[in-house]
């Protein structure tokens, strides 16, 4: 038998899928369901975190609860939805004090409110320390983007920055001040970038970066049957990578391509469209460009080598 850490999350995905019916819509594999419904498509996708796992040295529980809300929201905001509601299961220690979890909810109700959505429910049990929330989305008339519509040729770019969330964590764990650990405890997801980006109908594909670059890369890669090549020397640079990186030795490669946390989006566009994404005034980078090689590759200048698995 295999156990389940040693199957690894987007293998049990695979398995899943494999036993659930198949579902009008589009189900499992994607950053959120679509699902069907006489008023119009549903967008919901669902998402967790515990005290093991995504409480860093120094988040409060206000910043825990924030990040619960942040996870879901940007799986919204990578299909181009927009945030509607949230339903929250909340598994607390049984001896936990009381203010802890208010401040938990606090701090998912100031995320929501950031994006325009409200809390409208949820469950409360005990256990282990963990948050799972449920997040419903509109499109709005736009079609959602999905992984799976990138073609050779087209140009792959990203929103915002790389590493600022796993510069404040190697900051934390190696006692450096200076360097913002806002990104690691605070993520914004990109929802008003997304909105632009399915409404330009430029995209062709589009996944949120909370694994890390390398798997967003990767998923896209299987999901359209592609590969990419992307240079290492166009990733844009998160604040305290390069501190980080000269202070601890940590390479820069792996803050920016196998960290999580950072919540921007990664997208591929036609390049005959590219006119679209500038009349909706995004702000993003290019990195690369979508190929047959059924693989994304990181391009260092002096060489070329494929991504491997996302590491945190």
Not at 8 to 25: A, T
Not at 55 to 67: L, S, V
Not at 231 to 250: K, N, Q, Y
Not at 253 to 267: A, I, K, P, Q, V
Request: glycine share 14%; net charge negative; with cysteine.
């Amino acid at each position: 038998m295999v156990s389940l850490k040693e199957l690894g999350e987007r293998e049990l995905v695979k398995s899943i899928r494999s036993i659930v019916r198949q579902s009008p819509g589009l189900g499992p594999g994607d950053d959120c369901a679509v699902i069907p419904s006489t008023g119009g498509d549903i967008i919901a996708c669902t998402d967790g975190v515990t005290f093991e796992r995504h409480f860093p040295k120094g988040m409060t529980y206000e910043e825990f609860g924030w990040t619960a809300a942040a996870v879901n929201i940007s799986d919204l905001a990578s299909m181009g939805a927009a945030p509607v509601g949230l339903l929250a299961a909340l598994t607390m220690p049984p001896d936990l004090d009381a203010v802890p979890l208010y401040d938990i909810m606090a701090g998912m109700d100031k995320c929501a409110e950031s994006f325009g959505a409200y809390i409208y429910g949820g469950d409360t049990k005990f256990g282990c320390g963990a948050v799972s929330c449920t997040a419903i989305g509109a499109m709005n008339g736009r079609r959602p983007m999905l992984r799976s519509g990138a073609r050779p040729g087209d140009i792959v770019a990203v929103t915002g920055s790389l590493g600022s969330a796993a510069a404040g964590f190697f900051a934390i764990e190696n006692g450096l001040e200076g360097v913002s650990s806002s990104p690691l405890m605070m993520p914004v997801p990109r929802v008003e970038e997304g909105i632009a980006l399915s409404a330009s109908g430029a995209v062709t594909s589009c996944i949120d970066l909370s694994d890390g670059l390398a798997e967003g890369a990767r998923s896209i890669c299987s999901a359209s049957h592609t590969g990419m090549d992307v240079h290492m020397a166009f990733l844009p640079e998160g604040d305290g990578v390069e501190r980080v990186a000269s202070e601890t030795g940590i390479q820069k490669e792996e803050m920016m391509l196998y960290w999580g946390g950072d919540y921007e989006l990664l997208f591929t566009f036609d390049k005959n469209k590219r006119s679209a994404l500038y009349d909706h005034d995004l702000e993003f980078s290019i990195i690369g460009m979508v190929t047959n090689d059924g693989v994304p590759y990181i391009d260092h200048g002096d060489r070329r080598e494929a991504m491997g698995n996302g590491r945190h």
